[in-house]
């Protein structure tokens, strides 16, 4: 019975999340069917004893929350204990955002706090290039 509330629960997870356009905690199962779909994702790295995470957390929840990203998921991947992802998307630093389109990176940025610098890097998931 655990393991077939265990497999609902992912697969509501996989496919609820991107219709929600908001955050969600990072899973391996949701990340990897997000870029097996080509759905737009953007992994964020945050750190709870990191003062430039603190602050990029309420702008990107805010900019996840807005309509003009209701398409893209928002994961948000623990910086201390997501070794084998950080290692995987070479990330060194806390507070880095990976931009995915189309299951390949488009775009990353370490740092950022600054609205409109934010609504740029998530605006590379969802925009093509000509």
Known sequence: MRRVFALVSLLLSVFAMPSLAAEAPYTKAAFDGLLASGKPVAVVFHADWCPTCRAQAPVLKQLSGDGEFKDLTVLV?????????????????????????????????????????????????????G
């Open 77 to 129: 991947a623990d910086f201390d204990s997501e070794k084998a992802l950080k290692k995987s998307l070479n990330v060194v630093t806390q507070s880095t955002i990976v931009v995915f389109r189309g299951g390949k990176e488009v775009a990353r940025g370490t740092g950022q706090t600054d609205r409109e610098h934010l609504a740029g890097l998530l605006h590379a998931a969802l925009t093509t290039t």
